[in-house]
Nanobody
Framework: QVRLVESGGGSVQAGGALTLSCEVSGKLYSYMSSYCMGWFRQAPGKEREGVSV??????????AAAVGGRFTTSLDNAKDKITLYLRMNSLKPEDTAMYFCVADPKTDCRAGSDTWTWWSDRGQGTLVTVSS
């Protein structure tokens, strides 16, 4: 069993910044080599959407167009601990959403990763509220 726990959400004014973290714990044997991680978000009354995806191999994130240039995803897997980060700058009211961390031990993070059900492990979410 793998557990993902997000933290760092909160309320901020437009133009501000926040950093979300996601700690992975539990039986990580399937995550010892290559795996995918990412962020999704769901705004009130809207569909859940993918924010970013990152592969443990090259750690080069791919971000959605709506957040590209403002959000940065990074992965730290040193010392047998896996932590995913989402640094969010220049926040806008439309960034208000519940943000979810996702993970999967697949080696190819491309096809299908924009779909919520593609991911085998998902967190409970952390709320980000941006006021104008």
């Amino acid at each position: 069993q793998v557990r993902l726990v997000e933290s760092g959400g909160g309320s901020v004014q437009a133009g501000g910044a926040l950093t979300l973290s996601c700690e992975v714990s539990g039986k990580l044997y399937s995550y010892m080599s290559s795996y995918c991680m990412g962020w999704f978000r769901q705004a009130p009354g809207k569909e859940r959407e993918g924010v970013s995806v990152i592969w443990s191999g090259d750690r080069r994130p791919v971000s959605a167009a709506a957040v590209g240039g403002r959000f940065t995803t990074s992965l730290d897997n040193a010392k047998d601990k896996i932590t995913l980060y989402l640094r969010m700058n220049s926040l806008k009211p439309e960034d208000t959403a519940m943000y979810f961390c996702v993970a999967d031990p697949k080696t190819d993070c491309r096809a299908g990763s924009d779909t919520w059900t593609w991911w085998s492990d998902r967190g409970q979410g952390t709320l980000v509220t941006v006021s104008s």
